[in-house]
């Protein structure tokens, strides 16, 4: 099936470090999600954004929904241990298709 | 309010058996998702219900099934089990479809 695209598969920084992670799409969707997920858990939501050109942020964190509806960005800013993860991009469609279609994540590390 | 509650956490099945997992959504969530997360190809879309009713259903094969109760709750099922079900199983639920989802902790699949 169709997935994003996200990359690179791991990224190592260190400890107070910004880091920006992109995510692309050939196709539009009309909502865009990132989650969070930590071993032996399930994806956590971190940020939704629903129109394109919007900017979101919830602490530490601040996304945007690309304006060609095809790409979405995140952003940690100082990153601390507890931000080490995977990170999923998320498409979501409305209506009768409205499954969401994930990238394959990213590992972040990072080093104290 | 509780989160999306999965079970078991854990399975661990042999080859042309058959297993039944389950889900219960947060509160008032009526739609209920189900995804499938491998090492090797990430996050799939295995099937979606609102109201009771499929609305939506990936490309996996008929030996994946599932259905939804009148309370919200859901169960998947996987019958005649082969090696490569083995998998994160992953339950998302939202209020209805078009709605942001919000992700249980799983259920570990071990088919030997």
């Known amino acids: 099936g169709q997935q994003l695209n996200q990359s690179p598969q791991s990224m190592f920084i260190q400890e107070g470090e910004d880091v920006s992670m992109n995510c692309t799409s050939s196709?539009?969707?009309?909502?865009w999600l990132w989650y969070k997920q930590e071993p032996g858990e399930g994806p956590v939501l971190l940020i939704a954004?629903?129109?394109?050109?919007e900017l979101t942020s919830n602490g530490r964190l601040t996304a945007q929904f690309g304006i060609t509806r095809k790409d979405s960005f995140l952003n940690i800013s100082a990153s601390i241990p507890s931000d080490v993860g995977i990170y999923f991009c998320?498409?979501?469609?409305?209506?009768?298709?409205?499954?969401?279609?994930f990238g394959k994540g990213i590992t972040l590390s990072v080093r104290p | 309010k509780a989160g999306v509650t999965q079970t078991p956490r854990y399975l661990i099945k042999t080859r042309g058996q058959q297993v039944t997992l389950s889900c219960s959504p947060i509160?008032?969530?009526?739609?209920v998702s189900w995804y499938q997360q491998t090492p090797g190809q990430g996050l799939q879309f295995l099937f979606e219900?609102?109201?009771?009713?499929?609305?939506n259903k990936g490309n996996f094969p008929g030996r994946f099934s599932g259905r939804q109760f009148s309370n919200s709750r859901s169960e998947m099922n996987v019958s005649t089990l082969e090696l490569g079900d083995s998998a994160l199983y992953l339950c998302?639920?939202?209020?209805?479809?078009?709605?942001?989802?919000?992700f249980g902790a799983g259920t570990r699949l071990s088919v030997l």
């Open positions: 998320a498409g979501q469609d409305t209506g009768a298709n409205s499954k969401l279609t």
């Open positions: 954004l629903y129109k394109a050109g």
């Open positions: 219900y609102f109201s009771e009713t499929q609305r």
């Open positions: 509160s008032g969530h009526r739609s």
């Open positions: 998302a639920s939202s209020l209805t479809q078009d709605r942001v989802r919000y």
């Open positions: 196709s539009i969707f009309n909502t």
